[in-house]
């Protein structure tokens, strides 16, 4: 019993001081992102690998999203007559939630596992210890534009994601369900508000894309420097992003549309 | 021996580091002297790749204290240490080599992070340096595509980048073919003597280190139990350095781990354990 | 592995997919195409029961939408309901004896109010009044009175 309560006890004290480190190192991230804004090259690299290898996983599964939520929502709102309002559905349950959170979701097990295997593998092999000793400092060189590129990266492909979904629910409602198409576009319109819903989508990605990188880096360059460690960093990454994803958009869903 | 201070580049005294529990050094003195090669040894296990990092400042002593040309290396400011840091080369087990670019980038890669020189300059310093490794050819491989001896030896290249004047080798020779060994053994005299460098060779291959270095210390459990010239240490009367240099399967180190004895083990029939 | 030109290249790419797709979504899908709250004017009506009318309800001229509303109030003296309604700037020949009722959208669907222009010459100015004002159908009160005059009828 009492040895229960220790291992408990154990385990709280190391993950505060994990948390605790993590916050640490988010401090000397922003530290080092002023300098990264002058060397641009470095930044545009890792867009490259974070956001645009991204981009076709984000493009594919947003339009399959969009033609399941033109197919249900309309099995759905057939019944009362109400199949004109499917634009409202596919747009709304896309710009408010899907979009951000599923491309949250594809973005921590895509680019998050990337970024933090890629940070644990050169940390293993030396090369940031090795940095270091050429007195270049590995946090500015090599963490700091990966953070900002995800962070900048995720917001543009949930934007994408949201897009394409919707041309997917067009697709299956008008196209092959024969929604009239004046209807879906232009109840869309009428409901779904710039300002209220399509920048609180994006202010969400924006709030994912920092907590999914920072647990991406942090993870990468906390890890035990082995291949079991770095494999490990890895799993928790997509863990904990993902759950952060999720826990996060409840809090913002409150926040945001009460 | 001549104990000038202008002669030590690298001076370490009473020297206590210890990872959690493992106590790692417990008062270890060291004098490195400049232009010189000197190797420090020991068996696994005995910190030597912590010494260099000690060095380098990229761990911090409990205690004692660590000078490097003249500067208290563990009171620096990181701009300062990092200053220092410009001024030392390192070579890492692995090689360490950046993975995403090619050779030729490896080695340009601390001059363009810490200096402004044109592209051409850039090219024609890298290609001297890869030169006196004897990869000038190799310039456009990556990493990857390299063996192990050929990595170390662009690491080496990459290590002079920024004309250093000391180079740290951990473990150089380890997992080195016989003639990769041989060109590694002989690039590190020939680059120390040629350019004037002060070098540390951390290794436990006794014969090739031996052949380059001069001056050894010997290190086991957090001390320094030997220490001379190669010559100076074949002919120890220590057991224990005797053991090290001649490399004797039992002697003051044992061969079995400590621990019960092998009779009293056998005779006692249970493991409470293993639940026997 | 890839040169410094085409990765600038493709991220602008990439950048401009991601604004175009923030355009797409602006333009098509939001209303910030079909209103701006710019340059409009505000009048105001009562009502005695509003009904489900909610801020940013539409609000419509034979079956047009002209504006929305921006502002719902409760007045403690008269009990009533004084909705703001934000016209656009375009539709400013709206006669002074216009009248305004809350409709609703299909049998289930959201509730609007809908203008009925009158013949006045003179028009509704920034800050004007709607005086004539139907309220809100509320289902079940049309659904209690047909009961009961059903019931009424059963009885004779």
Same mark, same amino acid.
């Given at each position: 019993?009492?040895?229960?309560?220790?291992?408990?006890?154990?385990?709280?004290?190391?993950?505060?001081?994990r948390?605790?480190r993590?916050?640490?190192?988010?401090?000397?991230?922003?530290?080092?992102?002023?300098?990264v804004?002058?060397?641009?090259?470095l930044?545009?690299?890792?867009?490259?690998?974070?956001?645009?290898?991204?981009?076709?996983?984000?493009?594919?599964s947003?339009?399959?999203?969009?033609?399941?939520?033109?197919?249900?929502?309309?099995?759905?709102l057939?019944?009362?007559?109400?199949?004109?309002?499917?634009g409202?559905?596919?747009a709304?349950?896309?710009?408010?939630?899907?979009g951000?959170?599923?491309?949250?979701?594809?973005?921590?097990?895509?680019?998050?596992?990337?970024?933090?295997?890629?940070?644990?593998?050169?940390?293993?092999?030396?090369?940031?210890?090795?940095?270091?000793?050429?007195?270049?400092?590995p946090?500015?060189?090599?963490?700091?534009?990966?953070?900002?590129?995800?962070?900048?990266s995720?917001?543009i492909?949930?934007?994408?994601?949201?897009?394409?979904?919707?041309?997917?629910?067009?697709?299956?409602?008008v196209?092959?369900?024969g929604?009239?198409?004046?209807?879906?576009w232009?109840?869309?319109?009428a409901?779904?508000?710039?300002g209220?819903?399509?920048?609180?989508?994006?202010?969400?990605?924006?709030?994912?894309?920092?907590?999914?990188?920072?647990?991406?880096?942090?993870?990468?360059?906390?890890?035990?420097?082995?291949?079991?460690?770095?494999?490990?960093?890895?799993?928790?990454?997509?863990?904990?992003?993902?759950?952060?994803i999720?826990?996060?958009?409840?809090?913002?869903?409150?926040?945001?549309?009460? | 021996?001549?104990?000038?201070?202008?002669?030590? !580049?690298?001076?370490? =005294? @009473?020297?206590?580091? +210890?990872?959690?529990?493992r106590?790692?050094?417990?008062? $270890?003195? *060291?004098?490195?002297?400049?232009?010189?090669?000197?190797?420090i040894?020991?068996?696994?296990?005995?910190?030597?790749?912590?010494?260099?990092?000690?060095?380098?400042?990229?761990?911090?002593?409990?205690?004692?204290?660590?000078?490097?040309?003249?500067?208290?290396?563990?009171?620096?400011?990181?701009?300062?240490?990092y200053?220092?840091?410009?001024?030392?080369?390192?070579?890492?087990?692995?090689?360490a080599?950046?993975?995403?670019?090619?050779?030729?980038?490896?080695v340009?890669?601390?001059?363009?992070?810490?200096?402004?020189?044109?592209?051409?300059?850039?090219?024609?310093?890298?290609?001297?340096?890869?030169?006196?490794?004897? !990869?000038?050819?190799? =310039? @456009?491989?990556?990493? +990857?595509?390299?063996?192990?001896?050929?990595?170390?030896? $662009?690491? *080496?290249?990459?290590?002079?980048?920024?004309?250093?004047?000391?180079?740290?080798?951990?473990?150089?020779?380890?997992?080195?073919?016989?003639i990769s060994?041989?060109?590694?053994?002989?690039?590190?005299?020939?680059?120390?003597?040629?350019?004037?460098?002060?070098?540390?060779?951390v290794?436990?291959?006794?014969?090739?280190?031996a052949?380059?270095?001069?001056?050894?210390?010997?290190?086991s459990?957090?001390?320094?139990?030997?220490?001379?010239?190669?010559?100076?240490?074949?002919?120890?009367?220590?057991?224990?350095?005797?053991?090290?240099?001649?490399?004797?399967?039992?002697?003051?180190?044992?061969?079995?781990?400590?621990?019960?004895?092998?009779?009293?083990?056998?005779?006692?029939?249970?493991?409470?354990?293993?639940?026997? | 592995?890839h040169?410094?030109?085409?990765?600038?290249?493709?991220?602008?790419?990439?950048?401009?997919?991601?604004?175009?797709?923030?355009?797409?979504?602006?333009?098509?899908?939001?209303?910030?195409?079909?209103?701006?709250?710019?340059?409009?004017?505000?009048?105001?009506?009562?009502?005695?029961?509003?009904?489900g009318?909610?801020?940013?309800?539409?609000?419509?001229?034979?079956?047009?939408?002209?504006?929305?509303?921006?502002?719902?109030?409760?007045?403690?003296?008269?009990?009533?309901?004084?909705?703001?309604?934000?016209?656009?700037?375009g539709?400013?020949?709206?006669?002074?004896?216009?009248?305004?009722?809350?409709?609703?959208?299909?049998?289930?669907?959201?509730?609007?109010?809908?203008?009925?222009?009158?013949?006045?010459?003179?028009?509704?100015?920034?800050?004007g009044?709607?005086?004539?004002?139907?309220?809100?159908?509320?289902?079940?009160?049309?659904?209690?009175?047909?009961?009961?005059?059903?019931?009424?009828?059963?009885?004779?």
């Amino acid at each position: 019993m009492i040895g229960s309560i220790r291992k408990l006890g154990r385990w709280g004290l190391g993950a505060f001081e994990r948390l605790g480190r993590a916050h640490i190192f988010l401090y000397y991230i922003l530290m080092g992102v002023p300098p990264v804004l002058l060397r641009f090259s470095l930044l545009v690299q890792q867009m490259l690998s974070v956001g645009v290898l991204s981009l076709l996983i984000i493009v594919v599964s947003g339009f399959f999203v969009g033609m399941v939520l033109g197919l249900q929502g309309y099995n759905t709102l057939v019944d009362f007559g109400a199949e004109q309002s499917l634009g409202v559905v596919v747009a709304l349950s896309l710009v408010r939630e899907l979009g951000p959170v599923v491309a949250g979701l594809l973005f921590a097990g895509r680019a998050g596992s990337a970024l933090t295997a890629e940070i644990g593998l050169m940390k293993s092999t030396e090369q940031l210890s090795g940095m270091e000793m050429m007195a270049v400092d590995p946090i500015k060189r090599v963490i700091a534009p990966r953070f900002l590129a995800g962070f900048i990266s995720l917001p543009i492909l949930a934007t994408i994601f949201t897009a394409v979904g919707i041309v997917g629910g067009y697709f299956v409602g008008v196209g092959l369900l024969g929604v009239d198409d004046g209807a879906f576009w232009s109840q869309m319109q009428a409901k779904v508000d710039f300002g209220e819903d399509i920048m609180n989508g994006v202010i969400k990605s924006i709030v994912f894309g920092f907590v999914v990188t920072w647990i991406a880096v942090f993870e990468g360059y906390d890890c035990v420097p082995t291949s079991e460690g770095v494999s490990r960093a890895t799993t928790r990454t997509v863990v904990h992003s993902s759950l952060a994803i999720l826990g996060l958009d409840f809090v913002l869903t409150a926040l945001m549309f009460t | 021996m001549n104990d000038n201070s202008d002669d030590v !580049l690298v001076r370490i =005294r @009473d020297l206590h580091f +210890s990872r959690g529990n493992r106590k790692i050094f417990n008062g $270890v003195d *060291l004098d490195i002297r400049r232009g010189k090669v000197t190797a420090i040894m020991g068996p696994s296990g005995t910190g030597k790749t912590t010494l260099l990092k000690l060095i380098g400042g990229q761990l911090k002593p409990d205690q004692g204290s660590i000078q490097v040309d003249g500067l208290e290396v563990p009171k620096l400011k990181l701009s300062k240490l990092y200053e220092l840091r410009k001024r030392i080369g390192m070579l890492f087990q692995s090689g360490a080599l950046l993975t995403d670019i090619n050779v030729f980038d490896n080695v340009a890669f601390p001059i363009r992070e810490h200096t402004n020189m044109p592209p051409s300059m850039i090219r024609d310093m890298v290609l001297m340096k890869l030169e006196s490794v004897g !990869l000038r050819n190799a =310039r @456009d491989m990556m990493p +990857s595509e390299l063996s192990g001896g050929m990595a170390r030896r $662009v690491a *080496l290249a990459r290590a002079m980048a920024l004309d250093p004047m000391m180079i740290l080798y951990d473990e150089p020779f380890t997992g080195q073919d016989p003639i990769s060994m041989g060109v590694i053994v002989q690039l590190i005299r020939l680059l120390n003597d040629a350019l004037g460098l002060t070098s540390i060779v951390v290794s436990h291959d006794v014969q090739e280190t031996a052949t380059i270095a001069d001056d050894i210390y010997v290190l086991s459990e957090g001390k320094v139990v030997g220490h001379g010239t190669p010559q100076q240490l074949a002919e120890t009367d220590s057991d224990w350095v005797k053991q090290f240099m001649q490399g004797l399967p039992d002697g003051p180190v044992p061969f079995h781990y400590l621990g019960m004895q092998y009779v009293d083990d056998l005779l006692a029939g249970t493991d409470p354990e293993r639940g026997v | 592995m890839h040169n410094s030109k085409t990765v600038e290249i493709l991220v602008g790419l990439f950048v401009a997919l991601g604004i175009a797709a923030l355009f797409m979504l602006a333009m098509k899908v939001s209303n910030l195409s079909t209103f701006s709250s710019e340059g409009g004017y505000v009048v105001t009506a009562r009502f005695e029961n509003i009904g489900g009318l909610k801020v940013r309800s539409p609000v419509t001229v034979a079956g047009v939408r002209v504006g929305r509303i921006s502002d719902i109030n409760f007045d403690n003296t008269t009990y009533e309901a004084v909705v703001s309604m934000s016209i656009e700037a375009g539709y400013n020949t709206l006669p002074t004896d216009t009248s305004a009722s809350i409709f609703t959208a299909g049998l289930l669907g959201e509730q609007y109010v809908s203008l009925e222009p009158g013949g006045d010459e003179k028009y509704l100015q920034q800050g004007g009044e709607v005086r004539l004002t139907q309220s809100a159908i509320v289902l079940e009160q049309v659904i209690g009175q047909f009961l009961y005059s059903q019931a009424e009828g059963g009885d004779k």
